[in-house]
């Protein structure tokens, strides 16, 4: 199942999105190795703005000259396209840079302004909506909880929460709406064990085209993802995974999902189904099973249910749970020894040089976890594959959400050579 789009009402060519304040081109030094250049002859214009706006989330705030330079446009025709980014709203002038030599250098940065989108999380427990701006910052939340998901569940809070979120904004936010995005774990239904929901409770999802509904719902474009990938989306777009060009990526949630950043784009696979990473292999204390099984959330829960404590913090407060003391522990190693073997089967066959490991836990705990991934991989047998480092992720708890929100965002503002070959007018 591919990553899908109902049609609706195209966004402006001016509605954008943008991230956090990053490292200069100084600082980073020959990190500029980007995979980026420009094309100053003819066309691609469209290409060429939306490489300008990468490099200025990337690196916060540059200067046209530093632009000029990274991407090998003129300094002419990159002002002509950082002047009318400016004047689309998509790009604000900063503070000039003062002392030196000549007129003050003038640098630009995202404006978070720019443009906004809608992301939809329908999780195993609840459903949570979000209205996002350029630079990946949550303006407005709404959020239900449910023992288990139905599609009537999740139907019924996107009709309450989407117009309540939208009359929050003002006429001129509206109109910079790039879309909604949606993730979901495909194949819902398939899950009713686990989550502990009746039989046939959730039969629903296997006919329901949740796309188009929620398009009936908000008059938006709308794009539909797994999860994890939408979470691997979200640090792609917004993290600090932005200096890799290629990445592996893990999220813990009560499952474990995954999604992969190829050639500095996500990559989706022909079914939408890349970096199913849950239902790779790992060995476990009765044999080996699939990785799901061992590095997901619900097995933390039972262990501490097993113990006779209250494990409802790992739900109700994924930013700060209480202290599991053993159980934690076991599961931390039990997870770690797991997430190590799989990601020697994965780099035997994508080169990657970097995993990220992210899941809806404390920022503690994910760098426990990287650490003790890190000390794993150093026991297995890795002859003939290149060094791999585990990194913690930067966004969290909220990955599946943001990264819903960033969908349409990179579709219309991100750096894609498909677009080559959808717009080839000159240069302004």
Not at 108 to 132: H, M, Q, T
Request: with cysteine.
């Amino acid at each position: 199942m591919k990553p899908t789009e109902s049609r609706a009402p195209r966004p402006r060519r001016d509605d954008a999105g943008t991230a956090d304040q990053k490292p200069t081109p100084a600082e980073t030094g020959s990190r500029a190795e980007l995979p980026l250049s420009g094309a100053d002859q003819s066309g691609v214009r469209l290409y060429n703005e939306r490489l300008v706006l990468s490099l200025v989330r990337r690196f916060g705030q540059l200067s046209k000259i530093e632009v000029a330079r990274m991407t090998g446009l003129s300094v002419q025709s990159t002002s002509t396209i950082m002047n009318r980014l400016g004047d689309e709203g998509l790009l604000r002038r900063e503070a000039p840079l003062r002392g030196r030599v000549g007129q003050p250098t003038v640098p630009v940065s995202i404006d978070p302004e720019g443009a906004f989108a809608f992301g939809l999380k329908i999780g195993r427990r609840s459903s949570e909506l979000v209205l996002v701006d350029f630079v990946g910052a949550i303006r407005h939340r709404a959020t239900v909880e449910y023992a288990y998901p139905t599609p009537e569940a999740a139907l019924a809070f996107a009709a309450s929460a989407l117009p309540e979120l939208t009359a929050r904004l003002d006429a001129r936010q509206k109109a910079r709406l790039a879309g909604l995005g949606v993730a979901l774990p495909f194949q819902l239904w398939s899950w009713s064990d686990e989550i502990g929901a009746p039989a046939g409770a959730m039969d629903g999802w296997r006919s329901l085209d949740i796309g188009e509904e929620i398009g009936r719902l908000c008059g938006l474009s709308v794009t539909v993802c797994n999860d994890a990938t939408s979470a691997c989306a979200a640090e792609y777009y917004f993290g600090d995974a932005w200096r890799e060009r290629d990445f592996l990526y893990f999220f813990l949630g009560e499952f474990l999902g995954g999604g992969l950043v190829i050639n500095g784009s996500l990559y989706f696979g022909r079914s939408g189904n890349a970096a199913a990473v849950g239902s790779m292999p790992a060995p476990g204390p009765q044999g080996v099973t699939q990785l799901i099984h061992l590095a997901s959330l619900y097995q933390l829960q039972r262990r501490v249910e097993r113990a006779g404590a209250d494990p409802s913090s790992i739900w109700l407060a994924p930013q700060a749970w209480a202290d599991f003391g053993e159980p934690l522990r076991a599961w931390l190693d039990e997870a770690a020894r797991a997430l190590a073997y799989a990601i020697v089967s994965a780099i035997s066959v994508i080169d990657v040089a970097t995993v990220v490991i992210d899941g809806a836990m404390p920022a503690p705990v994910r760098q426990t976890l990287c650490h003790l991934v890190a000390a794993e991989l150093e026991k297995l047998d890795r002859r003939g594959l290149s060094d791999v480092r585990a990194l913690p992720g930067a966004i969290g708890p909220d990955a599946p959400a943001i990264g819903a929100a960033a969908l349409p965002l990179i579709k219309n503002f991100a750096r894609d050579r498909d677009v080559l070959f959808k717009e080839t007018s000159a240069e302004g």
